[in-house]
């Protein structure tokens, strides 16, 4: 049987309905079934769609030059307005920006960024656990996004499962570079992706990262064209304390190498 469920929109919700209303109704349509109506909210023709401004001011918390002429650096900051040629977006396999960094992203971008990735999983299929595609940033103040698909781990998961879960996540880092040399992107800006709505746990998660793009550099930096790696921790997220002493740790180690 049928049922019918109202739901009032206020401030930021109703800012995001006016935005992206049409765009909304086809995901709740495509993903649940639902059919959506709104009703009282003048939409905003996607001609028109206006990025709003950056919430915060970035934050360079440590940077270092390796011997390669690679500039590596931590930020806090938001990824939906930072100075990069490229961001990296914590995707789902589908390509669908329902939830966290993906979500903000595409609601900043507008909804050609949505529209894109769905066009992109209809003539390519899905995306596997450590695959990266790079599309159009729609708004965004960048060339492109890297879309790439981290690890999916249990709300409390086990040492065993993250030993698993990191492979999978070594390899998506190394399908990011990869694609930013394809591209010839200067400055990536990376967030700790699968440490957020996939569960994988910060510090294991930044510790592998930081890892994989140190051995990548240190393998390949005669044939790198990218210059500047910055990674990033998203606006919503108490900054760690214990990133930056991470990735120094480990990128001093290359003076070593």
């Not at 309905?17 to 049409?22: E, L, M, Q, S, T």
């Not at 990674?231 to 003076?255: D, E, Y």
Request: net charge positive.
């Amino acid at each position: 049987m049928a049922s019918k469920l109202d739901i009032p929109l206020y401030e930021a919700s109703l800012s995001i309905v006016r935005r992206c209303g049409a765009d909304l109704c086809e995901i709740i349509n495509t993903k649940f079934g639902c059919v959506a109506a709104i009703k009282g909210v003048e939409n905003e023709s996607r001609s028109s769609y206006q990025r709003p401004p950056a919430i915060i001011k970035p934050e360079r918390r440590f940077e270092f030059m390796m011997r390669s002429g690679v500039k590596v650096s931590v930020w806090k900051a938001d990824l939906t307005n930072f100075p990069a040629d490229a961001v990296v977006n914590a995707a789902n396999e589908d390509l669908k920006h329902y939830g966290g960094l993906a979500l903000a992203l595409s609601t900043a971008g507008g909804p050609q960024i949505q529209l894109e990735s769905d066009d992109y999983i209809k003539k390519n299929d899905k995306l596997q656990t450590g695959e990266a595609v790079a599309l159009g940033p729609g708004s965004l103040p960048y060339k492109k996004i890297i879309h790439a698909v981290g690890p999916y781990l249990s709300s409390s998961p086990s040492q065993h499962d993250v030993n698993k879960a990191k492979p999978f996540l070594e390899k998506a880092i190394w399908n990011i570079l990869y694609t930013v040399e394809k591209y010839r992107l200067a400055t990536v800006a990376i967030p700790a992706i699968s440490s957020g709505l996939f569960n994988y746990p910060l510090r294991e998660c930044a510790d592998t990262i930081v890892s994989t793009i140190r051995l990548n550099i240190l393998n390949f930096w005669k044939f790198l064209k990218f210059q500047n790696l910055r990674f990033l921790t998203f606006k919503t997220q108490k900054f760690p304390r214990f990133f930056p002493k991470k990735v120094s740790g480990i990128f001093f180690l290359s003076l070593k190498s």
